[in-house]
């Protein structure tokens, strides 16, 4: 018999499901989050079981059953005893096969082709004590979506963990800071009054095309049909996830030099990185490359690809805040506060690899003067109330068929955390269950950028060499930013 855990009190009120809660629970949106975590040492099933206890399960979504209204149309979450043995699944594996990496990819991917059992709250996690070529051992954490998005999951995962250097200290997770403006003179005021007069202008026009590209996008618009592209229905597909860790201080570098952010120079590796891949599989597709080949250019002209780019639109959870929540049992806001905007990727090989930077943070300054991530998050709000959660899917459906892509990036601890006492290696978070054929994702942790890949295997068969070709394109433009003399390479 496992262990049976009281998550709440039984007398806890029952919660109606969000609108984006009841959009995941649609055919079409089916929706999972999943996060691969590697372990520096053999993982202690029995510490995570007694760490789960005390932390995840005292939030009310982990500990919440997904139960369908007697009078039917509508569900709600419905407080219950949580038997933690059903949730952490540690299957038997030989530590001295062949392959462990392939197993691991194999394993994950098995996963991806079962359902959670609705009987129990909607997450497990399953331990691999496998030696890989990164870590001693594998965590898989997998949750719905329904329960929440994934900053907020992966935020609340971090709050169980603990600094290596200080078990009793939580993660540092770096915060960019705004910089405060000067005191100013009159003649300074009238500047800014004519900047900000601009700037409001420039957001009602490009909000106004952003809604006009969504709606055409919804009806017609559709990308160019290429190699990444995902066949219909390839939402039900099992999924392939793979992941490459990259120097997070070379991004940095770039970052500096050309003085931009990280996002823009991660979305600019990944529009290289895509352009290097995309040639290739336009030609012969053979994998080999000379230094003839990889100046052919095979690439079709005027082709549409674009990414549906995740967006949090609320401020990012605190970590102390969901740690005091789980402690103390007390209250802060949690659900899916995510939306995503339909972003412009250019696939073209450039001569200079700093023009895919550049062209990467145009396109980010640009949505950054717009509405559009709150326009379609309350557009899809206002359409589950009205029409239901089935309508609202079809039309999220077609819009992300419609395009290629998606892509996130989250910022990790800076420092080394442990998962109940275990050192971790990497953090990969990705997501299943959408139209997409390829998810990109960008996790930073302590020095290190990993690049989590999820593909559709018929339209992606070798992400491997996909990783390999973001990997390379940070090196080609970091390389670049050195010869050119605006960075100097750390020592």
């Known amino acids: 018999m496992g262990k049976i855990i009281g998550g709440e009190s039984p007398m806890k009120v029952e919660e109606p499901l969000s609108p984006a ?15 691969i975590i590697g372990c520096k040492i053999t993982i202690n099933s029995n510490v995570i079981k007694a760490g789960l206890e005390h932390t995840l399960i005292k939030h009310p979504r982990f500990s919440s059953l997904m139960v369908t209204n007697k009078s039917g149309g509508g569900m709600r979450w ?15 594996v030989d530590p001295n096969m062949g392959s462990p990496d392939q197993f691991i990819e194999n394993y994950i991917s098995n996963v991806t082709k ?32 329904s329960i ?29 800071k ?27 026009c490009n909000t106004l095309v952003d809604v006009v590209m969504f709606i055409a996008t919804t009806t017609f618009l559709r990308d160019t049909k290429n190699p ?24 940095k570098l770039v970052k500096n030099a050309m ?15 895509l352009s290097r891949y995309l040639n290739r599989r336009y030609g012969d597709g053979d994998g080999e490359e000379d230094a003839a080949k990889q100046k052919r250019n095979d690439l079709p002209r005027k082709l549409r690809f674009r990414a549906a780019l995740i967006f949090n639109i609320r401020p990012s959870m605190a970590i102390e805040a969901l740690a005091d929540m789980m402690e103390r049992k007390s209250k802060t806001k949690w659900g899916n506060y995510i939306s995503f905007v339909l972003l412009p990727i250019t696939i073209a090989l450039r001569d ?10 145009a396109i980010v300054d640009r949505k950054k003067r717009s509405l559009e991530a709150k326009c379609t998050f309350l557009t899809a709000k206002i359409i589950v109330k009205l029409l239901g959660a089935k309508v609202a899917a079809a039309i999220s459906h077609r819009i992300v068929s419609n395009t290629t892509m998606s892509f996130s990036n989250m910022v990790g601890p800076a420092d080394e955390i442990s998962f109940y006492g275990h050192p971790m290696a990497y953090l990969a978070p990705s997501v299943y269950g959408h139209p997409h054929a390829l998810t990109v994702h960008f996790q930073s942790y302590m020095n290190m950028m990993t690049i989590s890949l999820g593909v559709d295997i018929e339209a992606v068969p070798d992400p491997h060499q996909l990783c390999n070709d973001l990997a390379e394109s940070l090196k080609l433009i970091k390389d670049a930013a050195i010869k050119t003399g605006i960075a100097k390479e750390s020592v």
């Not at 809660?21 to 996060?35: G, K, W």
């Open 21 to 35: 809660a009841r959009l995941f629970q649609t055919r079409r949106f089916n929706c999972y989050i999943i996060a």
């Open 78 to 92: 419905t407080p219950t005893n949580v038997n933690i043995e059903d949730h952490v699944i540690t299957p038997n």
């Open 114 to 145: 079962t359902s959670l059992d609705y009987c129990k709250p909607l997450w497990d996690i399953h331990i691999l004590n496998l030696k890989t070529s990164e870590a001693e051992s594998t965590a898989i954490f997998r949750f719905h979506h």
């Open 148 to 176: 929440g998005d994934g900053m907020s999951i992966m935020s609340l995962v971090l709050a169980g963990t603990r600094k290596t250097s200080d078990p009793t200290a939580l993660p540092t997770i770096p915060i960019k």
């Open 178 to 204: 705004r910089k405060r403006s000067s005191n100013s003179n009159n003649s300074n005021r009238l500047v800014k009054l004519v900047s900000c007069l601009w700037f409001i202008l420039q957001v009602i």
């Open 228 to 251: 990444l592209k995902g066949a219909p229905k390839t939402e039900l597909n099992p999924k392939w996830f793979v992941h490459k860790t990259v120097s997070l201080d070379d991004i």
């Open 259 to 273: 003085h931009m952010t990280i996002n823009d120079v991660i979305l600019g590796v990944t529009e290289a990185g």
């Open 352 to 361: 200079d690899p700093l023009d895919y930077v550049r062209n990467a943070k």
